[in-house]
Structure formats: C-alpha cells, structure tokens
C-alpha cells in the first residue's frame, strides 16, 4: 500500500517562505512524475507545478518565479517564496508511477499553508 505524506506546512507572514515535502511510504515503484495541487476555502482544485522525471516542469503563472519543485526517486518538494496572502490553501503531492510499472496515481492527504500577519 502506498501513501504520500506532506510535511513542512504552516503559517507564515506575507513574503516569507516554506518548503513543502512529500514523502512515498510503502513498496514503491519509480515515480514518473509529480505534482502539487492546492485548494483554497470555496474555490475548485488548481494544479501548482509539476515535474516529470525526464525534466519536464511546469508552474501555474500565479506561482512563476517564486515556487520551485524539485523532486528525486519517491520524494518531491515544492520551495515557496515572497508568499502572499492568496497562497492561502490546503496543498496536496500527487504522483504517477511510471507507465512500465503500472502507472498508478496517489495522492496525499493535504497540507495547510497559511499566509498571514
């Protein structure tokens, strides 16, 4: 059984920084790729950035320049930076095991990030 566990949330004043992780426990096959969602209160799912293990990344444009995610074998981590007010929301890791071993997604169980003075 796999599971994704998110660490490294919390509150923080506007402008400063936190560094999300997400960890794969249990028997785990090579991620292909990695994703970090967020949902604000009232508002739908929003994909954040994703990366892929041949070096495909991607970020929403409300996040360019100032989040970055790495990631490496059954980790990933996004690097929050000059956060804002509006990056207010509970963050889920998802990743997709790679098509050769079977291809399967999970998600995690979420992480709030709170942006406040």
């Known amino acids: 059984q796999v599971q994704l566990v998110e660490s490294g949330g919390g509150l923080v004043q506007p402008g400063g920084s936190l560094r999300l992780s997400c960890a794969a426990t249990g028997s785990v096959s090579r991620f292909y790729s990695w994703a970090w969602y967020r949902q604000a209160p009232g508002k739908s799912r929003e994909e954040v950035a994703r990366?892929?293990?041949?070096?495909y990344i991607t970020y929403d444009d409300s996040v360019k320049g100032r989040f970055t995610i790495s990631m490496n074998n059954d980790k990933v981590f996004l690097e929050m930076n000059s956060l804002r007010f509006e990056d207010t929301a509970v963050y889920l890791c998802?990743?997709?095991?790679?098509?050769?071993?079977?291809?399967?997604?999970?998600w995690g169980q979420g992480i709030q990030v709170t942006v406040s003075t």
């Open positions: 998802y990743g997709v095991i790679d098509i050769e071993d079977g291809g399967a997604n999970y």
């Open positions: 990366a892929t293990r041949v070096g």
